[in-house]
Structure formats: structure tokens, C-alpha cells
């Protein structure tokens, strides 16, 4: 068995490598074979397009129409494989004709979802597959009118990354295989639909919407968002959708997002999707931000009334080059889109606001980076780079390893080649590879070869292997020491020493500042401490999430109960995973804490994304 199965390997090897090396454009050449995540077979068939048709479905919470696929048969075989979740096929045709074909499906696995495979002629280019999506899909939320801001009309959403677009479009579901696609979108009259792809800005009357993707893209970046939203320009290529009740607020603190698109531009090359535009959805979206082409999604959450978290749109807007332009091939490649795009975020950061405001960022991310480590364990093959999520959620990638692991490694490799010729690598490397997948190995190859290149005193400086492929944080980490933030621990440190907190110097604090002296003071302070601060400076009633989160934590271990309430209302009304995981995990400490944890969560539930649900369910039981 084992042989046989080395046999097979190896034949896949073959057949892959040789179509690598014989396919002329960027868009036919599956960068992948050995995605585990994936049971689609890119080099034997490869798709190149999607129509969908689709009607949006608010009563009965799904989306049921057709996928019409284009794909390439490269070895001549007689099977198209697709990944699907949870999907309801009724037919499936072949040909322009469609005449109508046999399909099955594989095995249910865990996390992964059921193989479909479609029986074709060699001579087929396309099949259409008649479906309809569950209403438990995974990618998408329905919410009732009242979980939204104007409490009027429903609304949905997807998520498809990681492996989620396979809940609702039947695709091959690797990041290394790349598509256009096109839509036709029906729903209720009075909504707006908007997709990864280029939009109309205008509230279409019959409730029909075209859309078009030209450019090839990962299926983890498809999405649709449905609901009763306006836009607002912010320039020649930038906007804003958000419902009409939120959008005078979105307008203010997305003011820069311009200036952040024409930054970006400036620093790694034009920017290549036509417009950057964002919608702000509601407050159950379980990320901060995605990164969908053309049409970031957001969380409501960033919006401070200050401007201070808007960082988080440059992160999104980096991911236009590393991610969306330049994928991780595999998820085990993750920190190839999340450790580049954090390095660009700050970046765009610097060139925005100046450096100590972009150090307070990246010190802010050290340290939770080393909380990471400490948690994983600084021996844990979890905290390498590159990582092994076969048989495992790719969601467990998702952590500070990737996202500040990877930062700090470009950081390094700047401070060690310097600026000038980081960043005529990272250009080159960008330009290079648009519209293709890397793999970290390849990575590797093309990081000696072009920016190395024979330096053998910069490698032994910088030591990539140690950081790639090694636990914990490589000794030769690059450190940051923000000087505001220095000012805001030692106030912290000063009000455990006993100054009185009417005392304390926080005149002009940004967010940043406020997290770090949070982040300063003991775990376990006293009722009174904690009173006198919330006296003072109004925490548990202030309007940020960031600060709302860190505070929290504070008054659940110190069991502070004037904070109950608004800890019970933030939980079931956010949903992003990054607040509400640590709260619910400083809540089931305590037998009391847990009690109060699994009331709250009862009521919560319905209201988080399927992502978060997941989370929180191992956490609360
Ligand atoms: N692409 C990610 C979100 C993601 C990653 C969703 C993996 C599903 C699986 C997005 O770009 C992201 O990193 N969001 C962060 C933003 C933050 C780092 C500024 C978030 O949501 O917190
Ligand atoms: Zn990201």
C-alpha cells in the first residue's frame, strides 16, 4: 500500500511538473498539487472560469442557481474534480448544449467537505452544475434585520477564506489554482448585492446584478454581501459602501483611504484591480477585515470616531499585492499573504503618519507575537513559518506566527540588506509573480537567487532557514522600542506603585497608548483599582472595541461586577472572533466565570458567524 501510493505520488510529480514547464500564461498553471485542503486535481483538469447565477434567498436562507465552469482538461481526463460543503446538487450538464452528465460525490471528511467528481469527454470545456447552497453553509451569515445598524432590512454576507467557498459555489478550492469569474445576482428589491468584483455603485430597482471578475483570482477570495447599503467616493479609485445610517461615520474615519491607495502604489507598484473600494458590515462579521478583491469587507468595529484604527485598511489594501496578487499556494504557506501584508501595512502606515506612529504598531505586535510563542511553546512546530495543517482546520493557522512571525522576518531581512534594496526585491518579487501562486519553498529559491544573490555575510545574518522552517523568535529578531509607548507603560507602572489615577499623564494618548498602559497593568488588580481607574477614564463605557477588549479582561479576572452589563452586551453584539476569544476564554477560568460565560453565550450564539461559533463552542464546552 505504502509503495503504491509512493507510485502515485510520483507519477502526480511527473505529470505536474511537465505541465509546469510546458503551459505558456500564468492563468493555466496550477502552482499546486499538494494542497491537503484541496481534493481537486488542478494538474489533471484546471478551472479557468465561474459563471454563477444566483438567486439570494432571505426566507429560506439560501442561494440556489447554476455555476456554469470553465476548466482546462490538461492530461485528458475524463473526470472534472470540484471541492463542495454542504452543497444540494439536483443536475449536471456538459457542453455549451448541456447535455446532461453523471457526477458523485466522494466521502464526507471532517473540515474538508465531499469530493465531486463529473464525469466529461476529453473534448469538454464546460459544465454547468445546478445547486443550491444550505442554510447552514459556512461562508455565509443571514441576519434578521435587527442585527444590523438600521435594523430595517436583513442582510448577508460570505467569508470564504480559508476553506469555506466551497460552501456556497462548487469550485476547486486551493489557493494555488486561479479564475476569473462573472455573476448574475437576484435579490429582493430593495437591497443592494456587491461581489469581488467590479460593481455598480447604484441601487439596481429589479433587484438584478451583473458582476464581473477579470482578473484571475484564489476561489478564497469570491464573496457577495446583500443588503440595504449606499456608497460614498473617496477619490478617483476609492469608496465606501455602508449602510445609510452608518455612512456618515464611515466617511470620517475612512477620510485617508486615497491617500493610503496612491501610498501603497508608491511603494511596491501600481496598484492592479481598478478600484479599492470597502463595505462596512455589520458588527457579527468575524474578522477585522477581508481582503476581497476590489471589495474589502470590514468590521463596524474600527470605527473609533478617531481615525486610530484604520491601520487595518491598510492591511487590507496590502493584501492587493501580497494575497490577492501573490497567493500562498497552500495554507501551509499562509505567512507568504499574512507575514508580507503586515510588513506593507506598516509601511503604508509609516509613509501615512510617520514612524513613531507606525513602531507603536509594530511594538504592539511584538508583544503580543511573544504572548503567542509563550502560549504555543517556543519548541512548538506551530510557531515555524511554514506549517503542517494536514488533517487540521487551516484555520488553526491563523494566528500571530504568521501575521507578526512573518513581519518581523521582513523586518530583519530590511534591517540587514537595508531599505533600498528591500525594497527593489519586494517590487521585483511582486511583478514577477503577479497573478501566481508561491510556495515557500519556491520563495526560498527566488529570495537567494535575487536579493542573496552570492551575499553569504547578509544569509548568515539573517538566517532564513532558522526563521522559516525553526521554533519561537530567531535570536536575531529585529526589535522596535516605541518611544510613546515607553511613556505609557511607565504610567501604568506608576499607578501600581500607588499614583493616584487622577494623576496619571495621558493628555493626547492615542488607542495605541491606551492598549499598551491596559496591557502594563497586573493581571488580578484589586476592585478598587479597577474602580478608580474606570472613574477616571470611563473604560467600560467607551465606544472603542480594542480598548473595550483589553479592559474587559481586566474586570472579569478581578471579577469587577459594575462591569457585567456592558461585558454582556459587547459579547452579543460583536462578533469578530479576535474580541470575543479572549474574553470568553478569561470567562471560563472561574466556575463562576463559565456560568456567566455559557448564559451570555446561549443568547450570543445565533448572532456569530459560523467561524466563531466553531471557536467558542470548543472554549464554553
Ligand atoms: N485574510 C485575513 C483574514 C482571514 C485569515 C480570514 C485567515 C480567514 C482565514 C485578513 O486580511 C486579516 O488578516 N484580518 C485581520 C486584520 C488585522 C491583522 C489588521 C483581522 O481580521 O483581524
Ligand atoms: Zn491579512
Known amino acids: 500500500m505504502f509503495k503504491f501510493k509512493n507510485l502515485v505520488l510520483i507519477a502526480c510529480i511527473l505529470i505536474y511538473s511537465c505541465h509546469m514547464s510546458t503551459t505558456p500564461n500564468n ?36 442561494l440556489k442557481g447554476f455555476a456554469k465552469i470553465n476548466f482546462k482538461n490538461i492530461t485528458g481526463t475524463h473526470q472534472l474534480i470540484l471541492d463542495t460543503r454542504d452543497l444540494k446538487v439536483s443536475k449536471i450538464t ?6 446532461e452528465t453523471k457526477y458523485q460525490f466522494g466521502e464526507e471528511v471532517k473540515f474538508l467537505g465531499k469530493a465531486l467528481s463529473i464525469e466529461v469527454e476529453t473534448s469538454t470545456t464546460q459544465v454547468t452544475v445546478y445547486y443550491e447552497t444550505s442554510p447552514d453553509a459556512g461562508a455565509l451569515m443571514w441576519l434578521t434585520p435587527e442585527q444590523t445598524a438600521g435594523k430595517q432590512f436583513p442582510f448577508m454576507f460570505s467569508q470564504s477564506q480559508a476553506i469555506l467557498a466551497r460552501t456556497w459555489v462548487p469550485c ?52 457577495i454581501a446583500v443588503g440595504d447599503v449606499r456608497f460614498h467616493s ?143 511553546g517556543d519548541t512548538s512546530i506551530d510557531t515555524h513559518l511554514f506549517l503542517s495543517l494536514k488533517d487540521r482546520d487551516p484555520d488553526d493557522g491563523m494566528n500571530d506566527i504568521a501575521y507578526i512571525k512573518g513581519q518581523f522576518f521582513l ?60 521554533p519561537g523568535i530567531p535570536e536575531n529578531s529585529f526589535r522596535v522600542k516605541s518611544v510613546l509607548l515607553e511613556k505609557a507603560a511607565a504610567q501604568a507602572k506608576e499607578f501600581i506603585a500607588g499614583k493616584p489615577a487622577k494623576e496619571l499623564v495621558t493628555k493626547d494618548w492615542s488607542t495605541h497608548e491606551w492598549l499598551h498602559f491596559l496591557r502594563n497593568l497586573p493581571e488580578g488588580m484589586s476592585r478598587e483599582q479597577i474602580a478608580e481607574l474606570d472613574k ?44 470575543i476569544v479572549p474574553l470568553y476564554k478569561a470567562l471560563v477560568k472561574t466556575p463562576d466565570g463559565k456560568a456567566f460565560a455559557k448564559k451570555v453565550y446561549t443568547m450570543a450564539r445565533p448572532g456569530y458567524h459560523s467561524v466563531a461559533q466553531q471557536t467558542i463552542d470548543e472554549m464554553v464546552n
Open 536 to 579: 477616571k477614564f470611563h473604560f467600560t463605557m467607551s465606544g472603542n472595541c480594542e480598548i473595550l477588549c483589553d479592559w474587559f479582561q481586566h474586570t472579569i479576572t478581578s471579577n469587577y461586577l459594575p462591569s457585567e452589563a456592558q461585558l454582556e452586551i459587547f459579547l452579543e453584539n460583536v462578533g469578530r472572533r479576535k474580541f
Open 411 to 470: 523586518k530583519t531581512v530590511e534591517h540587514v540588506v537595508g531599505r533600498e534594496r528591500m525594497d527593489v526585491f519586494i517590487n521585483k518579487y511582486f511583478t514577477e509573480h503577479a497573478f501566481q501562486s508561491m510556495t515557500t519553498e519556491r520563495f526560498i529559491t527566488y529570495f537567494n537567487e535575487n536579493l542573496i544573490n552570492g551575499d553569504t555575510a547578509s544569509a548568515n545574518k539573517i538566517q532564513l532557514e532558522k526563521w522559516i522552517y525553526g
Open 234 to 376: 473617496f477619490g478617483k479609485n476609492t469608496g465606501v459602501y455602508a449602510e445609510p445610517v452608518m455612512m456618515e461615520r464611515c466617511i470620517y474615519e475612512f477620510e485617508d483611504m486615497q491617500k493610503m491607495v496612491d501610498a501603497a502604489g508608491d511603494l511596491y507598484g501600481e496598484y492592479a484591480w481598478g478600484r479599492y473600494d470597502m463595505i462596512v458590515l455589520p458588527p457579527s462579521f468575524p474578522f477585522g477585515g477581508m481582503e476581497n478583491p476590489r471589495l474589502t469587507f470590514a468590521t463596524p468595529t474600527i470605527i473609533a470616531g478617531d481615525r486610530s484604527l484604520v491601520a487595518l485598511v491598510a492591511h487590507e489594501l496590502a493584501h492587493s499585492w501580497s494575497g490577492n496578487l501573490v497567493t500562498n499556494a497552500t495554507w501551509n504557506d499562509f505567512w507568504l499573504n499574512e507575514g508580507f501584508t503586515m510588513y506593507f501595512e506598516n509601511r503604508i502606515m509609516e509613509k501615512l503618519y510617520g514612524r513613531d506612529y507606525a513602531d507603536m504598531l509594530d511594538e504592539l505586535g511584538f508583544n503580543e507575537l511573544q504572548e503567542t510563542v509563550k502560549e504555543l
Open 27 to 62: 492563468q493555466d498553471k496550477p502552482m499546486t498539487n499538494s494542497d491537503v485542503h484541496s481534493f481537486a486535481k488542478p494538474a489533471e483538469a484546471v478551472v479557468t472560469h465561474i459563471h454563477l447565477n444566483l438567486n439570494v434567498d432571505f426566507e429560506n436562507h439560501i
Open 172 to 223: 476547486q478550492d486551493g489557493p494555488g489554482v486561479k479564475f476569473t469569474y462573472s455573476a448574475d445576482i437576484t435579490c429582493p428589491h430593495s437591497l443592494m448585492a456587491l461581489m469581488s468584483a467590479e460593481n455598480d455603485t447604484l441601487l439596481h430597482k429589479d433587484g438584478v446584478y451583473h458582476f464581473n471578475m477579470p482578473q484571475p483570482i484564489s476561489s478564497y477570495l469570491m464573496a
Open 94 to 99: 456538459q457542453g455549451e448544449n448541456e447535455t
